[in-house]
């Protein structure tokens, strides 16, 4: 899950970048910044891995005060790897690249533009 450029971030994309900023604890300001998110879309995200089991919400007590940290669970460490593992084999098995027709063009799926 490498956010390559010229590439519209999927939600997978997001979720991953949101797991690896909170492995090791963060506080939602800093989330916020590494993940690159609006608050609307951290708020999102966050709910829902929250209810997932992916992430975990706990207060801490930092310089005398009570802090909000999002840390992600165990559960989320393997949901982690496995996007990892899916996005490697996607990227380096042949057999999710498209087929080549004998004529060496490649094989379009749906293209109704050649009926």
Avoid at 76 to 86: A, K
Wanted: net charge positive.
């Amino acid at each position: 899950m490498d956010g390559c450029f010229g590439r519209k971030r999927d939600r997978y994309d997001i979720i991953a970048e949101i797991l690896e900023a909170a492995s090791g604890g963060t506080v939602k300001t800093r989330l916020l910044c590494k993940a690159k998110l609006s608050y609307g879309q951290l708020t999102e995200y966050v709910a829902l891995l929250v209810e997932k089991g992916l992430l975990e919400n706990s207060e801490v007590v930092q310089n005398g005060r009570f802090r909000c940290v999002l840390k992600t669970t165990e559960k989320g460490v393997r949901f982690l790897e496995s996007l990892r593992s899916l996005d490697t084999l996607w990227l380096t098995n042949e057999a999710f690249r498209m087929p080549s027709l004998p004529n060496g063009s490649e094989l379009s799926v749906c293209d109704s533009s050649k009926r």
